[in-house]
């Protein structure tokens, strides 16, 4: 008979795992922090100072922890948003445009509905958020399926259509006409916004994601949906041959998914903007692609990526106040960070062929 671990041995193990994990961490993304910080250093900067900056006014006080939360919450839908389509083969670019389709949605809620009480119309709030954004990733999943056009090509694409769209609404049906020629919707009411916790940002959505990263993961491991997408995306042909849906799959996990990315754009009009206007994200489906590529689709990389974007988000603020530099330059550090995975995966891709 085996014989039961320790507890000694048991937390040794876990202290030598989490050793392992932030020296894969270090290998990994070190280099893109040590280019950035030549970038740093040419621009006239002190990149320790930069980075003493960004951490200590993120992870070092309760404020900064807390934003970073709040940023975590449309990057892990929108990542989910990409992870979900991917485990059959699909490659979802779209997760901007599906976000700003949900905040669409959501807000003629917000605007129409408002006479309902909290509990009846937030929920409301979500289900329209998940819908638009779902709706409108399932034209590029139905697109794909009928072998029409590449959901790669569609849902980059239709990102500037949705945009467009929102622009369209909020200067012309759904502008406020008390904003001048300020082009946004009107105020939400309090019932249409969610709650927040402990006197910060911090608010229902973030449960929301957790809840969503949780039923992912049991559902891709535990269900024979799980079984049945794994198969798809490790051959589609023979899946097609064992009697598999393919286009079905198809269209339900890119309408899935872009209901995860709508509903981040639920969140953000209720919670933070409070209203629909044209900047409603930095870019959140975009990083949301990068947080999935960086996981491997895995949940809790996810969370882990989400939390180093955000924090990497956060200090564009940051650096801008202390350092005196565009909020744009941590998109250099991001595109790093994304050649980091890129070169990882191609080197991990050459070592299976070879």
Known sequence: MQRAASP?????????????GLLRFVVLFGPAF??????????????????????????ASGYGFSEVLVKMIPLLLTALAVAIPSRIGLINVGGEGQLYVGALFATWGAVTLADLPRWALLPILGALGFVGGGLWAALSGVLRAKGWVS?????????????????FFVFGPLKDPESAN????????????????FGT??????????????????????????????AIGGNADAARRSGIP?????????????????????????????????SLSPGYGFTGFLISWMAGGRPLGMVAAAVLLAIITAGGDILQMT??????????????????????????RAGRAG
């Open 182 to 197: 300020y082009p946004q919707s009107a105020q939400f009411v309090p019932a249409a916004t969610l709650p927040t916790f």
């Open 201 to 230: 940002r911090v608010h229902l959505g973030l449960v929301l994601a957790v809840v969503a990263l949780v039923v992912y993961a049991l559902v891709l491991s535990r269900t024979r949906w799980g079984l049945e997408m794994r």
């Open 151 to 167: 959901e790669t090509i569609s849902t980059l694409l239709f990102n500037y259509v949705a945009i467009l769209l929102v622009n």
């Open 8 to 20: 000694g041995a048991v937390i040794l193990r876990a202290g030598q795992g989490t050793v392992a």
């Open 34 to 59: 040590i280019v950035f910080a030549v970038v740093l250093l040419v621009a006239g900067k002190n990149p320790l100072k930069a980075y003493a900056d960004i951490f200590s006014a993120t992870l």
């Open 246 to 278: 393919l286009g079905w799959y198809i269209v339900v996990v890119m309408l899935v998914g872009g209901g995860m990315a709508g509903l981040a754009g639920m969140t953000e009009v209720s919670a933070i903007q409070g209203r629909l206007r044209p």
């Open 323 to 348: 350092q005196r530099l565009p909020g744009s330059v941590v998109n250099i550090l991001m595109a790093l960070v994304l050649f980091a995975v890129l070169a990882r995966r191609d080197r991990a």
